[in-house]
């Protein structure tokens, strides 16, 4: 990635004020860039592609819904590309109106669609009956309100994030209406495919793995890669691959960096095992919490290992 902020670009999932925003703002490298607002996840990973960005911030799990799967399949299908960082956001929302409106007039809510996840509960109590409207984000959702040209059956009022006053002159209806008080969102920065960086001890690597066969026991031999040298799973999701039915690929977080030799062999043992292994990249963990390993499989043991094997090899009986 470039060091000179000035000659970088970034995109990520706008307009203004998106909790996407917020967690580009966490990215040192990013202050003094330009920042390119974008539709989804597609068009700010296609910046990265093409070269109009050198990097994207795009959203990947969240602590309510899990994964998102829009940005797996992306990563999944888009070749070329590597997770560099990761930035954790809390998340909470608002609902808001065109000014003059009251709570109980509203009968239709715009929102994203994973905003709309987690504030289901708070609207079904408080709006019973009321529509959803989709929106591609809910800083547009709540931009869309003000609209000159508004037609009969659109929404009347908008989730967005607390602070959406600050970019458009709406009115708040009522704030902290997220159904969970301790959502966090999880974001990911994508560069186009770089060498990783070393190791913190204090990292997370992604991948993307497919099956070699569907049949009974395939998916406990692909964990065993990872079971055998004590490495521990953050997330597995299984995403449909598309080519037939009941075939998929597996998203997954490990506790680790590729630099790790437990690591490192896994992967060895994923490549001899799966027929496509997608590595999305190893990278410093948010929460910055260091990695725990059993001596059994730290970096030692297996150097140790392979020195006694080499013994073994060569005449040397082991000590």
């Known amino acids: 990635m470039p060091t000179t902020a ?3 670009t970034y995109s990520y999932l ?3 004020g998106t909790f996407t925003e917020a967690a580009l703002k966490q990215v040192p490298e990013a202050a003094g860039a330009v920042w390119r607002s974008v539709n989804n996840v597609g068009e700010a990973l296609a910046d990265v592609v093409a070269g109009r960005s050198t ?4 959203a990947i799990e969240n602590s309510v819904e899990g994964g998102v799967s ?3 399949d992306a990563l999944a299908t888009v070749p070329g590309l590597r997770i560099v960082g990761e930035y954790l956001v809390r998340v909470n929302f608002v609902l808001v109106a065109r000014p003059g409106t009251r709570l109980e007039e509203v009968r239709v809510v715009n929102a994203h669609p994973v905003a709309y996840a987690q504030t289901h509960l708070w609207l079904e109590a408080n709006l019973p009956g009321h529509g959803h409207i989709p929106a591609s984000s809910n800083v547009a959702a709540a931009a869309d309100l003000l609209r000159a040209d508004r037609g009969p059956g659109e929404a009347d009022a908008a989730v967005a994030p607390p602070g959406i006053t600050d970019h458009h002159d709406v009115t708040v209806l009522a704030t902290g209406i997220g159904d969970n008080a ?3 969102t999880r974001f990911v920065l994508v560069s186009r495919t770089v060498p990783v960086p070393p190791a913190t001890g204090a990292d997370k690597t992604s991948l993307i793995v497919e099956l070699p066969v569907d049949g009974a026991g395939a998916l406990v031999d692909m964990l065993e890669q990872f079971a055998t040298r004590g490495i521990n ?4 999701q299984s995403r449909p691959i598309g080519d037939a039915l009941g075939r998929y690929r597996f998203v997954i977080d490990l506790e680790g960096h590729v630099l790790d030799e437990r690591v490192a062999d896994a992967l060895l043992g994923l490549k001899r ?3 496509n292994v997608t590595f999305l990249g190893s990278y410093p963990r948010a929460d910055g919490t260091p990695v725990e390993v059993s001596p059994r499989y730290d970096d030692d043991a297996f150097v140790d290992a392979r020195d006694w094997l080499r013994g073994l090899v060569s005449g040397v009986d082991p000590v």
Not at 55 to 58: E, Q
Not at 233 to 236: A, P, T
């Open 273 to 275: 095992f799966s027929p």
């Open 233 to 236: 799973l953050s997330l597995i």
């Open 70 to 72: 829009a940005t797996q």
């Open 14 to 16: 706008g307009p203004a």
């Open 6 to 8: 000035s000659s970088s």
């Open 55 to 58: 990097a994207a911030m795009i």
């Open 182 to 184: 301790n959502a966090v």
